[in-house]
C-alpha cells in the first residue's frame, strides 16, 4: 500500500468526528446542527473504508454505501421537519423547541 | 519510490483540507457557508476514498452527497433565509468548554480503543487485485452476498420520500393560524 497506512487514515477520521460532535453540541441552528450529523457520519464511512481497504474485503464499502443511503434519508427527514417547523412561526433554536418537553 | 511520495502529498493535503473544511462547517455563523464548505469537505473525503481504492464509493460520494444533500440542505436554507447566530453567542461559557471537552473525549476514547483492539493489525494492510472498488466489483457483492441490505435500502428510500412529502405538505386547517 502506497502513502500512509490504514491507521493515519483512522486518526483522520476520529479527528473528523470529534469535530462533528463538536459542532452539534454548540450549534443552536438545527440546520448546522444537520450539517454537522452529516460530517459524523462521513467520519464513519471513512473509518469503514479504511478498515475495507486494511482487510481486503468489499463488504466495508457496502456497508459505507448503505450509510450513505441512510444519510440522505436522515437529510430528507431532517429538513422535511425544519421547514414544518418553520412553518408553525416557531423561531430555529433547538434550545426553545422544548415543546415535546414532560 | 516517486509515485510513494505523491501518494503521501495527496494524502497530506486532502487530509489538511478535509479537516479545515469540516471546522469551517462548524464554526460559520452563516449556514449558507457551511453547506458550502461541506462541498469542499465532501470532495477532498473522495480524495481520500480514492487513495483507499474506493473508487465506485468515492464517485457516489460526489453523486449523492455533493450533488443531491447539499443542493437539498441550499434550498432548504436559502428557503427559511438561514439567519446567521455566532456559533458562541448567548450561551454560557461553562456549556462551551462542556462541549469541547466532551468532543475531545469522544476523540481520546476511539483512539484508545482502536490502538488497544486492533493497533498490532493495522501496519500491514492486505494485498488486493486491480478493481477491487470497481463498479463490477460492488454490484456483484450487492446483487450477491449483500442481497438483503441491498432490498431493505431501497425500502428506507421510499419511506423518507414518503415521509419527506408528508411532512413537506400543507398543514392542515385546524393547526393552522
Redesign the interface.
Known amino acids: 500500500m502506497d502513502g500512509p497506512g490504514v491507521a493515519a487514515y483512522l486518526i483522520i477520521s476520529v479527528i473528523l468526528f470529534a469535530t462533528g460532535a463538536f459542532g452539534v453540541l454548540i450549534r443552536r441552528s438545527p440546520l448546522i446542527v444537520l450539517l454537522a450529523l452529516e460530517i459524523m457520519l462521513n467520519a464513519g464511512n471513512l473509518a469503514l473504508i479504511a478498515f475495507a481497504r486494511q482487510t481486503g474485503t468489499g463488504s466495508g464499502q457496502i456497508f459505507a454505501l448503505t450509510v450513505m443511503v441512510v444519510a440522505a434519508a436522515e437529510a430528507v427527514v431532517g429538513l422535511g421537519l425544519i421547514v414544518a417547523i418553520s412553518r408553525k412561526r416557531v423561531e430555529l433554536d433547538v434550545d426553545k423547541l422544548t415543546n415535546l418537553r414532560g | 519510490v516517486a509515485?510513494?511520495v505523491l501518494?503521501?502529498i495527496?494524502?497530506v493535503v486532502a487530509?489538511l483540507a478535509?479537516?479545515t473544511s469540516?471546522?469551517a462547517?462548524?464554526l460559520?455563523s452563516n449556514?449558507f457557508y457551511?453547506?458550502l464548505a461541506?462541498i469542499g469537505?465532501?470532495a477532498s473525503?473522495a480524495v481520500?476514498?480514492l487513495?483507499?481504492?474506493?473508487e465506485?464509493?468515492a464517485a457516489?460520494?460526489v453523486l449523492?452527497?455533493a450533488g443531491?444533500?447539499v443542493v437539498?440542505?441550499l434550498f432548504?436554507?436559502a428557503?427559511?433565509g438561514?439567519?446567521a447566530?455566532a456559533?458562541?453567542a448567548?450561551?454560557p461559557t461553562m456549556?462551551?468548554v462542556?462541549?469541547?471537552l466532551?468532543?475531545?473525549a469522544?476523540?481520546v476514547e476511539?483512539?484508545v480503543v482502536?490502538a488497544l483492539k486492533a493497533?498490532d493489525?493495522?501496519?500491514s494492510?492486505?494485498?488486493?487485485e486491480d478493481g477491487?472498488?470497481s463498479p463490477a466489483?460492488?454490484g456483484r457483492?450487492?446483487l450477491g452476498?449483500?442481497l438483503l441490505?441491498f432490498e431493505v435500502?431501497s425500502i428506507?428510500?421510499l419511506?423518507?420520500?414518503v415521509?419527506?412529502v408528508?411532512?413537506?405538505s400543507a398543514?392542515p386547517k385546524e393547526s393552522r393560524s
Open positions: 509515485g510513494n501518494v503521501w495527496v494524502w487530509a478535509l479537516l469540516g471546522i462547517v462548524v460559520f449556514p457551511s453547506a461541506l469537505n465532501l473525503l481520500l476514498y487513495l483507499l481504492a474506493a465506485f464509493v457516489a460520494q449523492v452527497y443531491a444533500v437539498m440542505f432548504v436554507i428557503y427559511l438561514g439567519r447566530d456559533p458562541w448567548g450561551r456549556q462551551s462542556a462541549a469541547i466532551a468532543a475531545a469522544i476523540a476511539v483512539v482502536i493497533g493489525r493495522l501496519s494492510a492486505a494485498e488486493i477491487f472498488g466489483r460492488i457483492l450487492f452476498d449483500h441490505a435500502t428506507v428510500l419511506v423518507a420520500a415521509g419527506g408528508i411532512l413537506g398543514i
